[in-house]
Each structure stands twice: as C-alpha cells, then as structure tokens.
C-alpha cells in the first residue's frame, strides 16, 4: 500500500505543476488579450510600490496602543500629496506663466526685430562665418539681387527667405484659425479625463497598496509548495533592484531638479524655474533624459554669453559625476544597478513599442528581467552564487 502510495506521488506532483502552469497561462493570456487598459493598473502599482515603505512606517506608529490601520496612512499620504500639488500651483505655476509669457514676448520682440537693416547685417555675419570655414555659399543681400551681382557657389537670399518663412507662417495660422474652438474643446476634453484618470489610479492604488500583503500571498500559492522559499527570494532580489531603481530614481530625480535650479540661479541663466523643471521631469528616464534636458539649459545660457554656457556646462557636469559617483551607490546600491547598454536598449525598445510611456516604464521593467534571469543563473551555478555572496559580506 506504502508503495502504490509512493508510486502516485510523482502523477500527483506533476498534476498539481500542471494546473498550476495552466493558470498562470491563463492569467498571461488575459494580461495579452487586455494589454490596451494595462497603463492605469501598471500605474497604480508603481504608486503603491512607491508609497509601501512609508504606509508601513505610519502603520507602525501607536495612537492610545493601536496601530494606525493601513487605509489611514493611504489617506495621510494622499492628503499630504494633494496638498503638495495645491502648493504648488499657487506657488509655482504663476512663476512658471511669468516664464512661459516672457519667452512669447522675446519670441515676439527678436520677430520684429529683423528689419532688412538687421537682416542685412545678420546675412553679412553668416557669410564672413561661411567664408572663415571654407563653404561656399554666398548670402545674397536685396542690392546684389537688384543690380544683377553675381556670387561664387551657391547663392542664398535670406530676406527673401525669412520673408517668405512669415508669409506662410501667417497664412497657416488664418487657415486654422477656425479650429481654435475645436483645439480649446478638445484640451479641456483631455485635461478632464486626465484629472479622471488620476483619481481613478490614485484609488487602484490604494487597493493595491492596502492589500499589499494579501496579493502577494495569492500569488505565491500559484507556486508548487516545494518551490515556494525559490519564490521568495526572487521576490525579495526583484524588491531589492526595483526599490534602487524605481524609489532610487525619483529621488536623485528631486535632488537633480533642486541642483539644476540652484545652478540655474548662481550663473543667471533665464527661465530658470522652466528649465529646472523640465531637468527634474525628464531626469525620470536615465541617460537620455538627462541628456535632452541639458541641451536647452546650455543653448539658452550661450545666448547671454560663451562664458556662462560652459560655467552652466561645467555645473550639470558636476552633478550627474555627483550622481554618479555618490547617489547612485548611496541611494540605489549594487543590487539595483543596471548596466547603461541594458537600460539604452530597454528605452529604445519601450519607445519604439509604446512611445513615451513605455520609455518611463521601460526602466522598471528591465530590473525586474535582469532580476529574474540573474536569479535563474545563480541558481543553476550554485558555486558561482556563493562566490558572490562571499565577494557581498565584507561590504556589509
């Protein structure tokens, strides 16, 4: 009887794995046939990922020897977060309007600025610059054009040029002037289904984050029992390089942001609450975002003067080596770092699938592949994971 028993075990084992892979098929399938309404519930969980550790640190606190339970610190953190946001646009928004109509009005002061005398006097610089690099292209003033002068190379009319350039920069404005209605119908359209979509994410996030612990062991009893202490582990190195890579970038995120602006400030450069938050936003994405930011800061502080480019250039310099050298090891740790041709493939891969928003996601993503299939290494080559381990206990 103990040997029929004993003969039943592996059917049974392999019956029970079997099951178990035909739900998580069935949840994969679901996840692919449902991948269009994905964003918001990705969203709400990178929220609550975000939040986890300060909820349990508030669920920790004793008010009369009872724990605050999880909703209420939900709703502090929320109430502190929607207070942040009202500061903000009382605070920030009119300085970031002041910024924005300042650049319309130099936009509009250097346009009216180009009478055929600054043209003419623009045109001579560009061909004397032309001339000094050795390319032959001759910027044909309005005399030479009337009297019949010819130039060597290749002849360029620039006033006819720019002129040109307006005219039909007016024209395209009369032509859609009819659809400013529609334009400013569809912007409110967009910005009340984006204040939707916030409170809806904000509210997933909330489940998520309140039954944290709830659907964490759910999911672990998709796992056959014999490899359930192989899943926490997993768990537990996705953790360790999601929390480097997701809480560890937003903030050295904030503390670029503050940096930029400080820089921004010292040397004088304009639009310097613009351009720190456009530096803060985009640090969000790695290597290039931090990249496209500083172009515009450099550009902008060149205009008042080469000097103060390179002092700008210097500074951001300095604070992506202080990033590097300092935050990123601090904050992140080694288990969260990803190596710079992993993460440019994951956002040049997460752009050209999903645009903007998988080049946020992209990152994430990325630690928790390069997570799982490091685990599923050391795992097949356990002398390779304890040398590894004996290399990580001297810095510990």
Not at 96 to 114: P, Q
Not at 166 to 177: F, G, M, Q, V
Not at 300 to 318: C, P, R, S
Request: charged fraction near 15%; glycine fraction near 6%; charge should be positive.
């Amino acid at each position: 009887m103990l040997q029929h028993h004993e003969l039943n075990v592996p059917a049974e084992r392999r019956k029970r794995i079997y099951i178990l892979a035909g739900l998580w098929l069935t949840v994969a399938v679901i996840l692919a046939l449902f991948h269009s309404v994905l964003l918001p519930f990705a969203s709400a969980a990178l929220i609550a990922y975000l939040v986890h550790p300060l909820v349990t640190r508030i669920t920790q606190v004793k008010v009369r020897g009872y724990p605050i339970p999880r909703w209420v610190g939900i709703l502090l953190i929320y109430a502190l977060f929607f207070l942040a946001l009202y500061l903000f646009f009382i605070a920030m928004v009119p300085q970031l309007y002041r910024e924005l109509a300042r650049i319309s009005r130099d936009g509009v002061a250097f346009i009216n600025s180009l009478t055929p005398e600054r043209i003419h006097v623009l045109a001579d610089r560009a061909e004397d610059w032309l001339r000094a690099n050795g390319i032959p292209v001759a910027i044909a003033t309005p005399e030479d054009i009337r009297t019949g002068v010819s130039s060597t190379g290749f002849s360029l009319n620039l006033e006819q040029v720019i002129q040109d350039v307006a005219a039909s920069l007016t024209a395209l404005t009369r032509e859609h002037l009819g659809d400013i209605v529609t334009v400013s119908r569809n912007i409110i359209t967009s910005v009340v289904a984006g204040v939707f979509m916030m409170f809806f994410i904000l509210m997933v996030a909330a489940f998520f984050s309140i039954d944290a612990q709830a659907i964490v062991r759910y999911f672990l009893s998709l796992v056959p029992a014999e490899y359930g202490t192989d899943a926490k582990l997993l768990l537990e190195r996705i953790d360790r390089s999601l929390s480097g890579v997701v809480r560890g970038q937003v903030t050295i995120c904030l503390v670029n942001g503050v940096l930029t602006f400080v820089g921004l400030l010292l040397f004088g450069v304009k639009f310097a609450f613009l351009l720190a938050t456009v530096a803060t936003v985009f640090s969000l994405i790695p290597i290039f975002g931090t990249i496209l930011s500083s172009v515009p800061i450099v550009l902008i502080a060149l205009a008042d003067g080469f000097q103060k480019g390179v002092a700008i250039l210097l500074w951001i310099i300095g604070i992506h080596a202080l990033e590097a050298y300092f935050l990123n090891p601090k904050i992140m740790g080694s288990a969260a770092r990803i190596h710079p041709v992993i993460v440019a493939f994951s956002l040049i891969a997460g752009e050209k699938m999903f645009g903007l928003v998988g080049a946020l996601f992209a990152v994430p993503v990325a630690s928790l592949v390069v997570a799982c299939f490091d685990y599923a290494r050391l795992k097949a080559q356990p002398t390779l994971a304890e040398v590894q381990l004996e290399k990580a206990e001297p810095s510990k």
